[in-house]
T-cell receptor, first 114, second 112 residues
Framework: AQSVAQPEDQVNVAEGNPLTVKCTYS??????LFWYVQYPNRGLQFLLK??????LVKGSYGFEAEFNKSQTSFHLKKPSALVSDSALYFC????????????FGKGTMLLVSP | NAGVTQTPKFQVLKTGQSMTLQCAQD?????MSWYRQDPGMGLRLIHY???????DQGEVPNGYNVSRSTTEDFPLRLLSAAPSQTSVYFC???????????FGSGTRLTVV
């Protein structure tokens, strides 16, 4: 069975500082990894994905994520946080091949203070 | 291009009532799924479908029914609503392969 762990319920960071939201995963075979963001009372928006290739993946709104196979991690990062980045972030994993289901972590609330 | 459309956006049911949450996509995606979102629990998979006529159970299927008669539509039926089914429900679709999902805007359901 596949699973995702987001060890922090909440991450607090000051505007302008770098941010990291942690994610580790467990899956049989090659992983497809995703980050989604959810703003209050909205649906989930796709941020970025890792399928294969370069371990550093760049996505929307200046976010990036680093895939580390040996540590089974896929941490979300941004060099300089904005107050508007405050939202709920979900990491998700899907195993190769593509018929498999997408499993989500419990989510991490990111709060960026002015 | 509408993407994934869910209706209704809000619904209040009485315990024991039944209802159907509608989901439609216009992207010709083979894969569709239903999730429920509860505070502190992330998104949990209820049912999914890999194509018309094919459905399967996810992590929390009890109390829910699905069918997939067309590629476009994937309705979720609550057979006899219970307060434990109070949640936000999301429908999602994708192509087969390594891509991500496209989500609908959600249905907020309250069972009293």
């Amino acid at each position: 069975a596949q699973s995702v762990a987001q060890p922090e319920d909440q991450v607090n960071v000051a505007e302008g500082n770098p941010l990291t939201v942690k994610c580790t995963y467990s899956v049989s075979g090659n992983p497809y990894l995703f980050w989604y963001v959810q703003y209050p009372n909205r649906g989930l928006q796709f941020l970025l994905k890792y399928i294969t290739g370069d371990n550093l993946v760049k996505g929307s709104y200046g976010f990036e994520a680093e895939f580390n196979k040996s540590q089974t991690s896929f941490h979300l990062k941004k060099p300089s946080a904005l107050v508007s980045d405050s939202a709920l972030y979900f990491c998700a994993v899907r195993a190769d091949p593509g018929y498999s289901t997408l499993t989500f972590g419990k989510g991490t609330m990111l709060l960026v203070s002015p | 291009n509408a993407g994934v459309t869910q209706t209704p956006k809000f619904q209040v049911l009485k315990t024991g009532q039944s209802m159907t949450l509608q989901c439609a996509q216009d992207m010709n995606h083979e894969y569709m799924s239903w999730y429920r979102q509860d505070p502190g629990m992330g998104l949990r998979l209820i049912h999914y479908s890999v194509g018309a006529g094919i459905t399967d159970q996810g992590e929390v299927p009890n109390g829910y029914n699905v069918s997939r008669s067309t590629t476009e539509d994937f309705p979720l039926r609550l057979l006899s609503a219970a307060p434990s089914q109070t949640s936000v429900y999301f429908c999602a679709s994708s192509r087969t392969g390594p891509g991500g999902y496209t989500f609908g805007s959600g249905t907020r359901l309250t069972v009293v």
